[in-house]
């Protein structure tokens, strides 16, 4: 089963697995885990087993039923690379991914030593984007060295929940930059100057920046009621792509 999304990068999502567990701040608050808890009250197929780990091999071929183009955010509801996925699994997901070669497949992960570990050896598919979760400077900085290990055509970062000043990136070998704040009614502050700061190192080695929101605080400060949608940064949108994907977009 594939979904159209919302997400303001992506254009469907595929969940091959759900679920998934905390491992650094940036999980604190997990959209997909209040939204798994909800689709099992609805005893929604696949949800089950609510937000525990869950493999669902009836959904691998799902791409491969969609003839024309479409921009595929693998598991948004998960971790391809979690630590209960067996090997064995990732790489029938990697198989499908290169048999749709119509489609691009944006996977994302905080456990980015074992991704760079599963690859080592193997070649990624040229239609797989891989990227990793920088939340912040322990945990989620440490994670761009080991994407830049992998060979893939495009190497991304989404820097979201910003939760502090990441301070000067090394963005060598990175190919894109998404950036935003948190959402919820316990959503955690993000300052105009962290996101700037982000914006400006991207400018400067030529990597395409994508302001995704500013969650549930706005560029003044404030926090809302609600989910705050602007997306705008220093009075204007970013919506750049990298550019060798540009003409798949």
Known sequence: MTTTS????????????????????????????????????????GYENGFKLTVLPKRLEDPLK?????????????????????????????DVIAR??????????????????????????PNAWLGVSVEDRQYGVPRIDALRKVNAAIRFLSVEPLLENVG????????????????????????EEWVDSIRAQCEAAQVAFFFKQWGGWGADGIKRAKRYNGRKLNGQTWDQMPVAARSAW
């Not at 969609?66 to 996925?85: A, I, Q």
């Not at 489609?103 to 598919?125: C, E, N």
């Not at 000067?168 to 300052?191: F, Q, Y």
Request: net charge positive.
């Open 100 to 125: 749709a070669n119509q489609h691009t497949f944006q996977i994302l992960t905080k456990r980015a030593d074992r991704m760079s570990a599963f690859f080592m050896g193997k070649k990624v598919p």
């Open 168 to 191: 000067t990136l090394n963005l060598d070998c990175i190919h894109w930059v998404i950036v935003g704040g948190e959402s919820g009614p316990k959503a955690r502050p993000m300052k």
């Open 6 to 45: 919302k997400i303001e990068w992506t254009e469907r999502t595929w969940n091959p697995t759900v679920g998934c567990s905390k491992m650094s701040p940036g999980c604190k608050h997990c959209y997909a885990e209040g939204m798994a808890l909800r689709l099992q009250a609805m005893k929604t197929s």
């Open 66 to 94: 969609r003839r024309s183009h479409t921009t595929y955010f693998v598991n948004s509801m998960s971790d391809l690379f979690h630590e209960e996925v067996p090997t064995d699994y990732i790489e029938q997901v990697f």
